[in-house]
């Protein structure tokens, strides 16, 4: 079975700055990481889960709007795992944050908390 290990999460002020991994294993061979178009989503309190940034095989990302400019994913396929940096945190990007493929097609981890309060 496939496994997605997020972390990084945490409580941080309006402002702050956090760094999320993502890290795949199981049955997920570095081959399907590599050709895998992959996302960071995230749950806020009482919504459902949404995409905030994607990442395509070749590296290029995308954002949703309220992100822009502020969050950015990489990728490193050497070591299955993908990133994403989040600066200038509002209390609105508070929620758990999931990876997973782009269309969502693998089983998802715990995700990881962000707290963004003053």
């Known amino acids: 079975q496939e496994q997605l290990v997020e972390s990084g999460g945490g409580s941080v002020q309006p402002g702050g700055s956090l760094r999320l991994s993502c890290a795949a294993s199981?049955?997920?061979?570095?081959?399907?990481?590599?050709?895998?178009?992959m996302a960071w989503y995230r749950q806020a309190p009482g919504k459902q889960r949404e995409l905030v940034a994607g990442?395509?095989?070749?590296?290029?990302?995308d954002y949703t709007d309220s992100v822009k400019g502020r969050f950015t994913i990489s990728r490193d396929n050497a070591k299955n795992t993908v990133h994403l940096q989040m600066n200038s945190l509002k209390p609105e990007d508070t929620g758990v944050y999931y990876c997973?493929?782009?269309?969502?097609?693998?089983?998802w981890g715990q995700g990881t908390q962000v707290t963004v309060s003053s």
């Open positions: 997973n493929l782009r269309n969502a097609g693998w089983k």
């Open positions: 990442i395509t095989r070749g590296g290029t990302p």
């Open positions: 199981g049955t997920i061979s570095s081959f399907a990481f590599t050709i895998a178009a």
